[in-house]
DNA sequence: GGGATACTTCGCCATATGGCAAACCAACAA
DNA sequence: TTGTTGGTTTGCCATATGGCGAAGTATCCC
């Protein structure tokens, strides 16, 4: 059973961490530097680049250097493809309860039928 | 800077793994039982419960004891909660980029203004 | 009771994650 | 050219994660 999705694996890790989804929220708001990303936290750069280094590998953002400064920008593509998922399963999820509601409407007319 | 939504972590978290998005898909379906939820997978029972444990954790799923069986159902609020976030999210990023839109426009009309 | 079924716990292991400090490199700025 | 700034690499550590097999517990069925 090989994963199919290593793409969505990445993003809902990526997301999974309350500075990471800082820095997606902020970067919402457009481009920034690292540093700049960097300055409401209080861990160090080398930790705070690792988080840069897993948002750009699951596709959530890329980043291009200008001169010896890096900026960051969202790829909304990848949000999206995650929000796509769990929308879709909350679709399938509430279709299901309609035919039970459906269902159940049905039988209660049956019974009231049957009096 | 305390973690503020150790839930979503959580739920993102849980989503991160191929094996537990495809018990959610599972449980979008209906109610199963952990050995009807593990069939589809090659790995071992006790690795599948440690599975079964973190989405109950993260509030994905909840579960309860009928006889030896043990019967997961999903907790579609959970779900909705991280949708909620991304969606949120594409909405800022939306918002700014029609709001660059505007301003481009509005720059283009002042530059033939100019002319 | 005694076997089969469905978890459940336990102990172990390899790898990944998130954090640090220290030293290093590159590009402005004076 | 020398200092400062902004990022980067390196090495280290503690904990979490995802996997295993073996053994244990609780029901259910005969």
Redesign the pocket.
Known sequence: MANQQPQLDRAF?AL??P??RAVVARLCLGEA????L?APF???????????R?LEDSGLLE?R???????CALRPEALRQTDRWLSEHLRIWAARLDRMEAYIERRKQETRHDE
Chains 1, 2 share one sequence.
């Open positions: 890790a999974s961490d500075t990471r530097s690292v540093s700049e960097a209080r861990i160090g750069l080398p930790t705070f680049l690792k988080h840069i897993v980043t250097k200008a001169g010896r400064v890096r900026v």
